[in-house]
């Protein structure tokens, strides 16, 4: 490892509003989120809170144990199971999606982060644990069924598994992985250069992702693999005896629903009117509640109108909240929340003292915020996860070869052209085009004088006028530099490279590529190269050399 360059997210593309002043003027949303995530002080009057509130130590203690013993779990987190049965320890969470082959890297990050996080807490005197949720209960198959590598050539290749689904919309937690994942991690295997790094991913792979296993435990075995030696929690929700302990909560959500609905959407049309977002659309008719109907996950809906009033999962249904309220205590394990209900609920298990989030996390919780206040329990500390760009050494020569940075790579192909192109063309060509937009400006800056004086109704079509040839001059720049790239191979061919590996699909990489990937490049040393660099007292993208 080398060291880094730390980028804010100001110069992050599609970094919402929201996000930029969560992370740099957080004054701005403090209502909406409560403690500022760089000020660890209130901690300790927050985990004092908490020791108070944690009803079901032993219980859960109990089923993690017997949940991450199934996972092959190592010492440190069967030593870190029996301290959050203590009074007094706090729980660090986090959680992902059950990616195929653990998805994309910043699935790592969160780890890692929350890792690093219960580490500094520890250094404060407090005892943490960091927890991470698996998301069994989710059932949108398609949305981790792949997950993307790149090849010899850094083009994109997606490895996947259609899954044998029980029914239409099943939670992944009941979906098991077909005959064909053992041809895929094959084909993995082929796409990845020989050597240890390669050996070892492709040993854990196998033993977690085997034929008919289902999908949320291949993760989670792989998961424990990876972050067992660090003593991390897993948590699968998608179990009898945490909905048993989850049962009251849904009854009351069902049975406060109108109550809950109208703060969420004054809370939504809150966040708007400061000049945000509201991430989850909350409907007229909506509750905070799913329910399994022949094998599938679906909404349950509140009705209270001409046809009624009753909760509906179907149009023509009407279910009186009695027998939902028995159903829930019959049958818990049918009943799950949705997502904003999901981190409540996961708080009213757990000890959480703080979430580590990602961006679209981050915006839920400015939501759920109401929710946390009427069900009586304190939001824990939102803390954004550790995002990184990883750089090879290939990459890290071409962005010097062409003085270009990973913020010129994100600003798009156009750019990147212009800024590698320049090498193609007459030396010293660029800083004559500089040296005549500067003649430019002092030329139009007398003129602007010369007509104010004469005629000052005649400065727009100064302002005009000076845009145009602006205009003009900047196309032919590009021009001039998507010409020498065309005339070279080579250039082109650069300039792909650090795009594909750099800004995959035009998106981030930590979003776009598998952390696998890289895994099975540079080893598993390249965990703690990343913990290392986990910043607690900033949050900024991080430029990492590997």
């Excluded at 997950?147 to 290749?157: A, G, R, S, V």
């Excluded at 109550?259 to 000049?275: D, I, K």
């Excluded at 001039?480 to 800004?503: K, P, W």
């Excluded at 990937?517 to 910043?535: A, I, K, N, P, S």
Aim: hydrophobic share 40%; glycine share 6%; proline share 5%.
């Amino acid at each position: 490892m080398m060291s880094q360059d730390s980028i804010p997210y100001t110069r992050v593309p599609k970094s919402s509003a929201l996000l930029l002043d969560y992370l740099y003027h957080f004054d701005r949303v403090a209502r909406f989120y409560g403690d500022n995530p760089t000020d660890l002080n209130p901690m300790r009057v927050r985990a004092q809170r908490l020791s108070e509130l944690a009803d079901h130590r032993r219980e859960i203690a109990n089923v993690l144990l017997r949940q991450n013993e199934a996972l092959g779990c190592s010492p440190e987190t069967l030593h870190n199971i029996e301290q959050l049965a203590q009074p007094g320890t706090v729980a660090v969470v986090t959680g992902q999606q059950a990616g195929f082959f653990s998805g994309p890297a910043f699935t790592l990050y969160k780890a890692l982060t929350a890792i690093k996080l219960a580490d500094g807490l520890k250094r404060m005197g407090l005892q943490a644990v960091p927890i991470f949720w698996l998301a069994s209960e989710d059932h949108d198959l398609a949305e981790v069924a792949h997950t993307t590598i790149l090849n010899d050539q850094d083009e994109p290749i997606e490895l996947g598994d259609a899954g044998e689904l029980p029914s239409p919309q099943t939670s992944v937690g009941y979906v098991r992985l077909s005959e064909g994942v053992v041809s895929t991690l094959d084909r993995l295997e082929s796409l990845l250069p020989p050597g240890e790094p390669r050996e070892r991913l492709l040993g854990d792979l196998r033993a977690s992702y085997r034929p008919r296993e289902t999908w949320h435990k291949a993760f989670g075995l792989f998961m424990t693999r990876i972050f067992t030696r660090w003593g991390v929690i897993m948590l699968d929700p998608l179990d009898a005896e945490i909905h048993r302990l989850s049962a009251p909560m849904y009854r009351e959500v069902l049975a406060r629903a109108d109550e809950l609905r109208r703060s969420l959407m004054e809370r939504s049309q809150e966040l708007v009117r400061a000049g945000y977002h509201a991430q989850v659309h909350i409907a007229a008719n909506s509750t905070l509640v799913f329910v399994e109907r022949d094998g599938s996950r679906r909404p349950l809906h509140h009705r209270d109108g001409e046809k009624g009033s009753g909760y509906f999962v179907r149009e023509e249904e009407n279910i009186s909240l009695a027998k939902l309220q028995e159903e829930i205590y019959r049958s818990p394990l049918a009943f799950s929340p949705n997502v904003l209900l999901r981190p409540v609920v996961q708080d009213c298990l757990l000890p959480t003292l703080a979430y580590v989030a990602g961006p679209s996390e981050l915006a839920y919780f400015g939501q759920a915020q109401v929710l946390y206040e009427a069900l009586g329990r304190p939001m824990p500390a939102i803390l954004p996860r550790a995002a990184f760009t990883l750089v090879d050494a290939r990459c890290r020569r071409l962005l010097a070869k062409y003085h270009v940075t990973l913020e010129d790579v994100w600003q798009g192909e156009d750019h990147l052209i212009q800024r590698i192109g320049a090498a193609g063309v007459p030396e010293g060509w660029v800083e004559r085009f500089e040296q005549n937009e500067r003649e430019l400006e002092r030329m139009m800056e007398c003129l602007r004088s010369d007509v104010a004086t004469l005629d000052p109704t005649l400065l727009d079509a100064v302002r005009h006028a000076e845009e145009k040839i602006k205009f003009q001059m900047e196309r032919l720049k590009s021009k001039m530099a998507r010409a020498a790239l065309e005339r070279s191979e080579l250039l082109r061919h650069h300039q792909e490279i650090l795009q594909r590996c750099l800004m995959p699909r035009h998106g981030l990489q930590e979003r776009e590529v598998a952390g696998v990937y890289f895994l099975g490049r540079v080893g598993y040393g390249l965990l703690d190269h990343l913990l290392e660099h986990v910043r607690l007292e900033s949050f900024n993208h991080e430029v990492l050399d590997v």
